[in-house]
T-cell receptor
C-alpha cells in the first residue's frame, strides 16, 4: 500500500527565516510526486510535479527536490503570504490516482 | 469562468435530507474526481470518472451517489447521511490521456450534517 508521510505537522517561522518541509513516501513504481498549497477555505492549488530522483523545480521562494525516498520543499526567506498548508501527493502504479499526505501547516509571522 | 467551480460552497442538511453537490470544470479535461477532506486526515479519494465512465469507487457508502453526464460536469448526490460525513468535499479534474498530469481542484463544498 502506498504511503505518504509529511513532517513536521506544523511549522512556525519568522519572516525571512528559511526552512524545509519533508515528504517521505513508500510506493511501488513512482510515476510522479506533486506539491500543492492549500489556503483556509480554498481547494489545493498545484505547485510542482517531480518525476525522478535528482529533479528540482523552483517557483519564487519555493524549491522542490526529489530523492528515491523523499521530497523536500525548501522555502527561502518566507513572507507572511506564504502561510498555508502544503500538501504532498504521489502517483504510482494505478493511472491518475493520487495518495496524499496529511500536510504541513506553515505560519510565517511578520 | 475558469478552472474548477463547485456549488454550493456551504451546505447544512439533516440526516434524512437529499441534496446534490455540483462540479464544473472549464479546463477541457477528461477525468474528474471526488475527494473527502476531514480535519487531521489526508485527502480521501472517493470516485474517479474517465471520459464519463466511473473507473474507481473507493469503498464509498451507497449514501453517496456520483453522476457524470459529460466530461465537464460531475455531481455527488447525497441521501441519509451520517454526522461523520461532515467534511469538505473537493472536486478535481485532470487530462487523463497525458501521463502524470496534475489534478486541479475546486474550492470545495463545506458539508455539515445535523
Amino acid at each position: 500500500e502506498d504511503q505518504v508521510t509529511q513532517s513536521p505537522e506544523a511549522l512556525r517561522l519568522q519572516e525571512g527565516e528559511s526552512s524545509s518541509l519533508n515528504c517521505s513516501y513508500t510506493v511501488s513504481g513512482l510515476r510522479g510526486l506533486f506539491w500543492y498549497r492549500q489556503d483556509p477555505g480554498k481547494g489545493p492549488e498545484f505547485l510542482f510535479t517531480l518525476y525522478s530522483a535528482g529533479e528540482e523545480k523552483e517557483k519564487e521562494r519555493l524549491k522542490a527536490t526529489l530523492t528515491k525516498k523523499e521530497s523536500f520543499l525548501h522555502i527561502t526567506a518566507p513572507k507572511p503570504e506564504d502561510s498555508a498548508t502544503y500538501l504532498c501527493a504521489v502517483q504510482a502504479g494505478g493511472y491518475s490516482t493520487l495518495t496524499f499526505g496529511k500536510g504541513t501547516m506553515l505560519l510565517v509571522s511578520p | 469562468e475558469t478552472g474548477v467551480t463547485q456549488t454550493p460552497r456551504h451546505l447544512v442538511m439533516g440526516m434524512t435530507n437529499k441534496k446534490s453537490l455540483k462540479c464544473e470544470q472549464h479546463l477541457g479535461h477528461n477525468a474528474m474526481y471526488w475527494y473527502k477532506q476531514s480535519a487531521k486526515k489526508p485527502l480521501e479519494l472517493m470516485f474517479v470518472y474517465n471520459f464519463k465512465e466511473q473507473t474507481e469507487n473507493n469503498s464509498v457508502p451507497s449514501r453517496f451517489s456520483p453522476e457524470c453526464p459529460n466530461s465537464s460536469h460531475l455531481f455527488l448526490h447525497l441521501h441519509t447521511l451520517q454526522p461523520e460525513d461532515s467534511a469538505l468535499y473537493l472536486c478535481a479534474s485532470s487530462q487523463r490521456d497525458r501521463d502524470n498530469q496534475p489534478q486541479h481542484f475546486g474550492d470545495g463544498t463545506r458539508l455539515s450534517i445535523l
